[in-house]
């Protein structure tokens, strides 16, 4: 005797709502499977001064568990200030050598303190990310301070030298007048010069007679690091 079975409406309606299910958590699923891989970055130098109109190189590494990522295209981007605005300098790519490292250089030229990031805008395998600051301190070149070798005392002398950058970019220059007290040379009197081009000078009386130096020198500012240029030779002011 054959047996037929046949199924119930219900149980029609309860296999179709089992699979819209089952698609449905699929779907969902599906994408959390296939997002793109975390990135990281780390940088070097974090911190680096360097001389006005001196160059550096930039590396940056970017690495998603621990494993390079390489042959991408990221930004360099650089600011004056550590919040922003940022602005592209230009796109970068890593090296045949470095591809399975994942690291990424960069040259730049600050011609002030820079704050410099290596972002990665991300793909359908790796997720974006952007590095932490890179700060470059730059630091003025002051030139020796001349004057001529004698003068009497209450008499001007014009002390001279070079700075760069000069007005207006510039930072502010000072010179310091040392005097010979018996066998060394200790701080006289601090004063301001101008900054004229690319050349600072300062008109300066000495009331005591005795032997002297000067030498300029700049604070440290929001864009520049401090710096110091040599003394001159020995200056003797006459009673």
Not at 30 to 38: E, H, T, V
Not at 127 to 134: D, E, P, R, V, W
Not at 183 to 199: E, L, P, Q
Not at 204 to 230: E, L, M
């Amino acid at each position: 005797m054959r047996c037929t079975v046949r199924r119930s409406p219900g149980t029609k309606r309860a296999a179709i709502i089992a699979a819209v299910v089952v698609a449905l958590t699929v779907l969902l699923v599906a994408p959390a499977l296939a997002a793109p891989a975390a990135t990281t970055w780390q940088v070097s130098p974090t911190s680096k001064t360097v001389t006005y109109r001196g160059g550096l190189i930039l590396n940056g590494t970017l690495t998603s568990a621990d494993v390079g990522v390489g042959g991408k295209w990221v930004s360099l981007e650089q600011s004056s200030s550590a919040s922003g605005p940022w602005q592209r300098l230009f796109e970068l790519t890593t090296s045949q050598a470095a591809y399975s490292t994942g690291v990424y250089s960069g040259p730049v030229l600050p011609l002030q303190n820079t704050y410099y990031r290596f972002v990665w805008e991300g793909d359908a395998g790796f997720a974006g990310s952007t590095s932490g600051n890179i700060t470059i301190s730059v630091r003025p070149v002051i030139g020796r301070s001349y004057c001529r070798a004698r003068v009497r005392r209450g008499h001007t002398l014009n002390v001279r030298g070079i700075i760069r950058p000069g007005a207006p970019t510039g930072p502010a220059v000072k010179v310091r007048a040392y005097r010979h007290r018996g066998h060394s040379w200790v701080v006289y009197k601090t004063y301001s010069a101008t900054v004229t081009g690319t050349h600072f000078s300062a008109k300066i009386k000495i009331s005591k007679p005795g032997r002297y130096r000067f030498r300029g020198f700049t604070a440290a500012t929001a864009a520049f690091v401090a710096a110091k240029g040599r003394s001159g030779g020995a200056v003797v002011v006459r009673p």
